[in-house]
Structure formats: structure tokens, C-alpha cells
């Protein structure tokens, strides 16, 4: 099967996206969307499977993290904005001659393939958007609320490491955990991809950081880039057949999920029992059945 890496220059006053194509043929190509922002694609490698299908599937770390570092000087505020994700995405799909692709994203993913699609972007043959918000006010309300339901110890760590600005300690890292085991992936022993992805991600966290502040929900004290988003009053703008994912333990709760449902005409939204926020590995068999259910549909298959 065709494998290649390589390293583009999307957005060169930066640096470089490091990106990996495997598969190819006539069917609709993948391209898959990480989450963070400042996370990899590795955990997501899972869904290359699908170049087995007669299609390419498009994987790459966005800039400025895992693969695609980038200068120290760059690492700022205001540098790793919504926009500078746009304009990569849209540079990779020229760069690559993708004129219709289907859209995976996870978490962050969502986000940034909605961004996408809601600027008109043409060629979206469909969207899988897996556990991701519609706004940051919907997402802030539901961690907050899910963070009120961890153990008092936990809490009570959180809260006195937060206030002391202790955010980076051992003993925040290890509450924080806690909340990671319940909310994000509920896996004793995470497979390959979801342990090397981690890895990737704890060697910088930088873009993460400047991006989320740090964690899954607000930490007191802390600003960041993603604090205002909000596209609910533009979901009517997506047009593409949509398929939704989510867990039933996920931080992307049904309150978050139902805004993506309503707002987007004819999508299909389907809740994974036994997955947190990482449908894709906790219930990897029924996830990429699902998906491939969706694709089947969307590309009119009867073979």
C-alpha cells in the first residue's frame, strides 16, 4: 500500500506540517483532524485502515505541534489562532490536489472542520465530527459541571493547586488525571496509538497551553485563545452530510453534542455506551463500522 511522509511548508512564515499519506484510488479521500489544538494525529492512525477501501487517508500534525515544531520565538500569544488553522488546512488541501475530501475530526477537529466548512470551502463530500462543541461558552458550562461530579478529594486538589497557580505540580497532574480517566479515555492500558500519541504530546504542550489554558475546562487565572469561539449562529451554513459520534461518559456531553444536531440539517448522531471522549479506541470496532456505514451512504455504494 502507497505510504509516504513528508513535511510541507503551509505556512512558511512558521515552519513546516509534518504530513503522512497512505492509500490511494478513486473513492473519497480522508483527511484527518486532531485534536488539542496543539495535540498530534497520531492517535488517530487508526482510521488509515480505511485506505484499504480504494481511497487516500490524510493525516498530519498541525503546526506548531507533535511533528511540525516549530521556532521558540513563535510560541506566543496570538500566534496559534483559529485563522492559522484555517489557512493550513486549506494550504494542504491545494498542496495535495484535494478537491473532495470527507472530513474526520475529533474534539478540537470539530471545530476546525466546521470552521471549514461554514467558509464555504468547497469539495466537503462529509463530515465525521467526533465529541466537539459548537461554542466554548456550551463546552465551559458542561466541563465545569463535570468537574463538580469528581471526587471531593480530587476537587479539592484541583481548586487549592489552581489557586496557588500551581497548575504544571505533580499533585494537580495526578487530580487531573482522575478526570482524564473519566471523561476522556476509561482505558487501564491505552492500545499503541493512544500511548504514543501522549507521549508525543507531554514532550510540548505549548500550543495546547496557549490555545485551552492548560486543561479541559477553565483553570482559575488563566487566559486563552479558543476563550470566545462560537459558530452555533452559523451551524445552519453546513450543507455537507454530517455524522456525529460521541460516548456516553464523554466531556462533550449531550447538551454539547444536540447544539451540533440541531443546528446541522440531516445529521446523524449516534452515542457510544461504552466510551468516554475517545469513541474511536474505547469502541474502535463500532466506531469504524459506523463511519464506514456513513461513507457507503455518502458515495452512493453498492459494491
Known amino acids: 500500500m502507497h505510504q509516504q511522509e513528508m513535511r510541507l511548508p503551509l505556512i512558511p512564515e512558521l515552519g513546516e506540517t509534518w504530513c503522512r499519506v497512505v492509500g490511494e484510488g478513486d473513492r473519497t479521500p480522508i483527511v484527518l483532524l486532531h485534536g488539542g489544538p496543539g495535540y498530534n494525529s497520531e492517535y488517530l492512525r487508526r482510521f488509515e485502515n480505511f485506505a484499504s477501501t480504494g481511497r487516500t487517508v490524510i493525516r498530519y500534525d498541525q503546526i506548531g505541534s507533535g511533528r511540525s515544531v516549530v521556532a521558540d520565538e513563535h510560541y506566543r500569544p496570538g500566534v496559534f ?3 492559522l488553522f484555517r489557512r493550513e488546512l486549506n494550504r494542504l488541501r491545494e498542496e495535495l490536489g484535494l478537491d473532495e475530501v470527507v472530513l ?3 474534539s478540537w477537529g470539530v471545530m ?7 467558509e464555504g470551502a468547497p469539495g466537503i463530500r462529509g463530515l465525521v465530527l467526533m465529541s466537539g462543541p459548537a461554542s466554548m461558552e456550551e463546552w465551559t458550562a458542561e466541563t465545569l459541571r463535570l468537574r463538580d461530579q469528581l471526587p471531593e478529594d480530587v476537587r479539592e486538589t484541583l481548586a487549592r493547586e489552581e489557586t496557588a497557580g500551581r497548575v504544571g505540580s505533580l499533585e494537580f497532574k495526578e487530580a487531573y488525571a482522575v478526570w482524564e480517566r473519566t471523561h476522556v479515555l476509561r482505558m487501564d492500558e491505552p492500545p499503541p496509538w493512544e500511548a504514543e500519541g501522549l507521549e508525543i504530546f507531554e514532550r510540548d504542550m505549548r500550543v495546547y497551553d496557549l490555545t485551552t489554558g492548560g486543561a479541559e ?6 487566559t486563552f485563545e479558543l476563550a470566545d469561539w462560537d459558530i452555533r449562529p452559523l451551524l445552519g451554513r453546513v450543507s455537507a452530510p454530517t455524522l456525529l459520534l460521541s460516548g456516553r461518559y464523554d466531556e462533550a456531553t449531550p447538551a454539547v453534542m444536540s447544539t451540533l444536531q440541531h443546528g446541522i440539517a440531516g445529521s446523524q448522531w449516534h452515542i457510544l455506551e ?3 471522549h475517545s469513541c474511536h479506541t474505547e469502541e ?3 466506531t469504524m463500522l459506523l ?3 456513513f461513507l457507503a451512504r455518502i458515495e452512493g455504494d453498492s459494491r
Do not use: K, W
Request: aromatic share 4%; charged share 20%; net charge negative.
Open 217 to 222: 475546562f477553565p483553570t482559575e487565572g488563566t
Open 81 to 83: 489562532t483559529v485563522e
Open 274 to 276: 461504552e466510551s468516554s
Open 284 to 286: 474502535e470496532a463500532l
Open 112 to 118: 476546525l472542520a466546521l470552521e471549514h466548512a461554514i
Open 291 to 293: 463511519v464506514a456505514d
Open 104 to 106: 474526520v475530526g475529533q
